[in-house]
């Protein structure tokens, strides 16, 4: 295809042609630049950290405390 299209259907086909190979060039190039997953262990270091978390909201009991301090308490929760 010329680099100086003759009508406007040659030019929006060698726009559509550039485009796709601008994209398939990223992809390709967005694939090699990955990180490895198979040597590391952030797959790990995030399961942890899902099961530590887990384990401090399942810690509480949920039940109210009653009021210690000084101050009158609420007239319409009594907390």
């Keep these: 295809m010329a680099a100086r299209p003759k009508t406007l259907d040659d030019a929006i086909e060698l ?3 550039l485009m ?4 398939r060039t990223y992809a390709e190039r967005k694939a090699e630049n990955k990180r490895k997953l198979d ?3 952030q797959a790990q270091q995030q399961l942890l950290k899902k099961q530590n ?3 401090a909201y399942a810690v509480g009991t ?3 405390k009653s ?3 000084s101050k009158p308490l609420c007239p319409k ?3």
């Design 67 to 69: 009021y210690g301090g």
């Design 20 to 23: 796709d190979q601008k994209l």
């Design 39 to 41: 040597n590391n262990h």
């Design 53 to 55: 978390v887990a384990q």
């Design 77 to 79: 929760c009594n907390y």
């Design 62 to 64: 949920g039940e109210k």
């Design 15 to 17: 726009t559509n042609d």
